[in-house]
C-alpha cells in the first residue's frame, strides 16, 4: 500500500519563529489532507489540498503532486500551534481509505 | 460546520465487557470511518462505511464490528473487551466517493479497559 512518511518526526521553536512540516508519500494520490492535533485529541482540519497552494493566516501548504510530496508551512508561530500535525492521503487504488503519516510533534516555547 | 459527534470522551470498562462507541454525523454523508490511535502505531482505520447497512474491513478489524441503521450514524462494538482495546477511538465522516472528499473527525473517546 501507499507510504507516508513525514519530516522531521519533532521540532520545538521559538515563538514567533517559522517552519516547514514536509510529507512525502509513495504513490500517486487524490486526496491529502493536513491535520492539527490538538492537546485534548481531536484531529482539526487545516488543508485539503490534493495539489496546489492554499493558505489560511499564518498557515500555508503546498502539494506538489508530480513529485509526491506536500509542505505545510507555519509563520510567526504561537504556543497555540504546539501539538501534532499529520499529513493523510488517498491513493488512487486505495478504496476511499486515509492513509496517515506517523505525524510531526511541534512544540512553541514562549 | 460540519459536526461529527461520538457520545463519550472518556470511557473505562472492564475487561468481558461489551462495549458500543457511537458516532453521528449532521452533514448528510455517506462516509463514516472508525480509527485508533495509540502512541507509536499512529492511526490506524478499524472500519469504515459507503452507505447505510454497508461495512468495509480496514487494516485492523480483528475483535471489532459496526453497525450502520441509519445513514448519519456509526456504531463501534467491541464484543468482549480485553486490555489491548484499550486506545483512543476517533470517527471520521466524508462526502460520497472513492476519493473520499475531506475527511472530519469528533473529538476522540479514549477507552480504558481494566
Known amino acids: 500500500g501507499i507510504q507516508v512518511e513525514q519530516s522531521p518526526p519533532d521540532l520545538i521553536l521559538q515563538e514567533g519563529a517559522n517552519s516547514t512540516l514536509r510529507c512525502n508519500f509513495s504513490d500517486s494520490v487524490n486526496n491529502l489532507q493536513w491535520f492539527h492535533q490538538n492537546p485534548w485529541g481531536q484531529l482539526i482540519n487545516l488543508f485539503y489540498?490534493?495539489?496546489g497552494t492554499k493558505q489560511n493566516g499564518r498557515l500555508s501548504a503546498t502539494t506538489v503532486a508530480t513529485e509526491r510530496y506536500s509542505l505545510l508551512y507555519i509563520s510567526s508561530s504561537q504556543t497555540t500551534d504546539s501539538g501534532v500535525y499529520f499529513c493523510?492521503?488517498?491513493?488512487?487504488?486505495?478504496?476511499?481509505?486515509?492513509?496517515f503519516g506517523q505525524g510531526t510533534e511541534l512544540s512553541v516555547k514562549p | 460546520d460540519v459536526k461529527v459527534t461520538q457520545s463519550s470522551r472518556y470511557l473505562v470498562k472492564r475487561t468481558g465487557e461489551k462495549v458500543f462507541l457511537e458516532c453521528v454525523q449532521d452533514m448528510d454523508h455517506e462516509n463514516m470511518f472508525w480509527y485508533r490511535q495509540d502512541p507509536g502505531l499512529g492511526l490506524r482505520l478499524i472500519y469504515f462505511?459507503?452507505?447505510?447497512?454497508?461495512?468495509e474491513k480496514g487494516d485492523i478489524p480483528e475483535g471489532y464490528s459496526v453497525s450502520r441503521e441509519k445513514k448519519e450514524r456509526f456504531s463501534l462494538i467491541l464484543e468482549s473487551a480485553s486490555t489491548n482495546q484499550t486506545s483512543m477511538y476517533l470517527c471520521?465522516?466524508?462526502?460520497?466517493?472513492?476519493?473520499?472528499?475531506?475527511?472530519?473527525f469528533g473529538e476522540g473517546s479514549r477507552l480504558t479497559v481494566l
Open positions: 493523510a492521503v488517498v491513493g488512487y487504488n486505495q478504496g476511499g481509505k486515509l492513509i
Open positions: 489540498i490534493p495539489s
Open positions: 471520521a465522516s466524508s462526502i460520497a466517493g472513492l476519493n473520499t472528499g475531506e475527511l472530519f
Open positions: 462505511s459507503y452507505d447505510v447497512k454497508m461495512k
